[in-house]
């Protein structure tokens, strides 16, 4: 059971102003950190970060289909605590693995995704190629098991699972215009928002494409699009360029690194004292 945001323990030193957030559930500003993959996770573990970062944190999302490797309790237990902190659980993008495996078993995919308890179900194809027509039958079918589709986009084929550079620098980068495209009609036909690959912009490059998050923005809306920026130069210059409410997807390690830069408290020297917000409430 989620306990409501006035009921959130007193903040320490509640004296120093920080930048006013919106409460949870929010639609801008929205924080997910990725759970079990690069250390494992279970409840105690999370717990720990979860009474003390919680309120920060709006989802959680399993990466590399790690909820498969664990006890079927297990996962249903770091479900539940996530929802007791008003935190809602993503599946990552393991569908594209499970679409290799036929429609029989992403049927069963989806329907133990919603009874174990999940919230938002991944949809990518970073690894894989599949006709964007099948992405919105897969969005459809989402919806209607009662889970919020999340379709994952970007211009990197080959991204995810720390592939080399070099060897994503020989698949080349597709069209940011086809990726935004893409990504409207699948907002159109009902996705909850969209994940945006960082490979190709901002991870396993030379240089930033800081062009790509750009055109996302400037066609979709700061409020449609997730970044994941799971580096601290990376979610900083985020900050720094749409401004502490950008949608962004971090380790869960850097939870208090990265609400550090919303809340205005500290920052490195180009942001120290210059990320503000107006609210007049």
Not at 84 to 101: C, D, K, M, P
Not at 173 to 190: F, M, N, S
Request: charged content about 25%.
């Amino acid at each position: 059971m989620t306990r409501p945001e006035s009921d959130q323990p007193e903040r320490a030193f509640p004296f120093i102003r920080l930048n006013e957030r919106q409460s949870k559930p929010r639609t801008c500003g929205v924080t997910e950190i990725r759970g079990p993959y690069y250390t494992p996770m279970g409840k105690r573990y999370l717990q720990d970060i979860l009474e003390t970062m919680g309120v920060y944190v709006d989802s959680l999302k399993f990466a590399g289909g790690s909820f498969s490797l664990m006890p079927r309790e297990a996962v249903r237990e770091i479900i539940e605590l996530c929802h007791a902190h008003n935190v809602v659980v993503s599946t990552g993008g393991f569908i594209e693995r499970v679409l290799a495996q036929g429609p029989d078993v992403v049927d069963l995919y989806i329907k133990e995704c919603r009874n174990i308890g999940f919230d938002i179900l991944e949809i990518s194809s970073g690894f894989i190629t599949i006709p964007e027509d099948d992405i919105l039958r897969l969005i459809e079918k989402v919806k209607q098991a009662g889970l919020k589709p999340k379709p994952e986009v970007g211009i990197q084929f080959g991204a995810g699972g720390a592939t080399a550079a070099a060897e994503l620098a020989m698949e080349g980068t597709r069209d940011p215009q086809r990726a935004v495209r893409l990504a409207k009609r699948y907002l159109e036909a009902g996705a909850y928002m969209i994940m945006v690959e960082s490979e190709g912009i901002t991870e396993s490059v030379t240089s930033w494409r800081t062009d790509v998050p750009a055109v996302f923005v400037n066609t979709l809306g700061l409020e449609h699009v997730m970044f994941e920026a799971a580096d601290p130069d990376v979610f900083a210059w985020y900050i720094t360029n749409y401004g502490p409410e950008v949608n962004l997807f971090v380790d869960h390690s850097q939870i208090v690194q990265l609400e550090c830069l919303r809340a205005g408290i500290w920052g490195t020297k180009s942001l120290w004292g210059r990320v503000i917000t107006y609210k007049r409430t």
